[in-house]
């Protein structure tokens, strides 16, 4: 079965320095990868996604990821963090076994505390 | 482009009672996705209809149902309230491009259940 993880529950960086979010996955055959925001009482934003090409994708809002297939991963990065950055992440990853675009398999999110 | 619209934002039900939501998706997008977020389970795929047709299903009980209407505005349909089906609602739709696909949210419709 195909899965995403989230490693981390919380994330706490200080502004302006870089930030990581962690995501594993377990797909078979080639991954599609996504990176989604929720802000409190809203819905999700698409920040970037990886279908192929580079490994290194970048977004929206200063946002980067880099695909590591040996380690199946796909960590969110900003070189550096805004308050405002404060938000739920989530990781998804196109279910392929389903043979159609419209699922998306999510990881738990993990949330974003940057400080002044 | 207009973005994902949903009504209605906020709703509040009893149990036994049902409920339809609605989903408009981003002009020119055909695929319409539903999915149920609550913080016990985060984040689950109802299911997706392209086209008026439904084409994939997640794995929750009969109750929950859904359709696409010709103009690619979708609705679900919740029968039978029960108090977990509390959650917050989101409708997404598709752009198919030469990237591949990505999905739009709306800002979803909160449901309580009381």
């Known amino acids: 079965a195909q899965s995403v993880a989230q490693p981390e529950d919380q994330v706490n960086v200080a502004e302006g320095n870089p930030l990581t979010v962690k995501c594993t996955y377990s797909?078979?055959?080639?991954?599609?990868l996504f990176w989604y925001v929720q802000y409190p009482n809203r819905g999700l934003q698409f920040l970037l996604k990886?279908?192929?090409?580079?490994?290194l994708v970048k977004g929206s809002y200063g946002f980067e990821a880099e695909f590591n297939k040996s380690q199946t991963s796909f960590h969110l990065k900003k070189p550096s963090a805004l308050v405002s950055d404060s938000a739920l992440y989530f990781c998804a990853v196109r279910d392929i076994e389903s043979g159609n675009t419209g699922k998306l398999i999510f990881g738990q999110g993990t949330t974003l505390q940057v400080k002044p | 482009k207009a973005g994902v619209t949903q009504t209605p934002r906020y709703l509040i039900k009893t149990r036994g009672q049902q409920v339809t939501l609605s989903c408009s998706p981003i002009?020119?997008?055909?695929?319409v996705s539903w999915y149920q977020q609550t913080p016990g389970q985060g984040l689950q795929f109802l299911f997706e209809?392209?086209?008026?047709?439904?084409?994939n299903k997640g794995n929750f009980p009969g109750r929950f149902s859904g359709r696409q209407f010709s103009n690619s505005r979708s609705e679900m349909n919740v029968s039978t309230l029960e108090l977990g089906d509390s959650a917050l609602y989101l409708c997404?739709?598709?752009?198919?491009?030469?990237?591949?696909?990505?999905?739009?949210f709306g800002p979803g419709t909160r449901l309580l259940v009381l």
């Open positions: 002009s020119g997008h055909r695929s």
């Open positions: 990886y279908i192929t090409g580079d490994n």
């Open positions: 209809y392209f086209s008026e047709t439904q084409r």
């Open positions: 997404a739709s598709t752009q198919q491009g030469a990237h591949g696909e990505t999905q739009y």
């Open positions: 797909v078979s055959g080639n991954p599609y």
